[in-house]
């Protein structure tokens, strides 16, 4: 399948007996192993994708309730974010998105895209996940070693 110009192949994961992302561009080489494996009993190649938030999705599905401001509300209206989503409009402007998923690495580093202007209401794990990415960005030996004037 493509993604943001990118091409991506779903297949087991030989660590772990689930059906894991991979992307194309990163496969260096294939070799045969002779084993052979069937696709697992009710495995559905849409569904797998539509509980992902983004490419990569996970093990458990869990509901998003997130806040928008005013200021990226239209912006956030006018796009299709994840095949669930519900948009409650609030009357100062803002507007709730939310929506269930399984993807959680991807959804993290989209609302950090967002960030000051959402909120995030639940789940609480998601909350603090995202405040833990905050703390870290301010930390990191990176953001330590450049000098902001």
């Known amino acids: 399948m493509s993604y943001h110009g990118n091409w991506y192949l779903l297949a087991r994961h030989c660590a772990g007996d689930m059906i894991a992302t991979f992307a194309v561009s990163r496969i260096r080489s294939v070799a045969g192993t002779g084993k052979f494996f069937d696709v697992p ?45 519900c948009i409650v409009n609030k009357r100062d402007g803002s507007l709730e998105l939310s929506f269930e998923t399984a993807g959680w690495k991807e959804l993290v580093r989209w609302i950090l895209s967002w960030q000051p202007d959402v909120t995030i209401l639940s789940p609480k794990r998601l909350r603090k996940r995202v405040e833990l990415k905050m703390k870290q960005a301010l930390v990191s030996p990176l953001a330590a070693s450049m000098h902001f004037s």
């Open 41 to 85: 009993a009710g495995f559905d190649v849409k569904e797998h994708i539509d509980k992902a938030f983004g490419i990569v999705s996970g093990d458990r599905i869990f509901r998003v309730r997130l806040l928008f401001s005013k200021n990226v509300a239209t912006y956030i209206r006018e796009r299709i974010w994840h095949p669930t989503q």
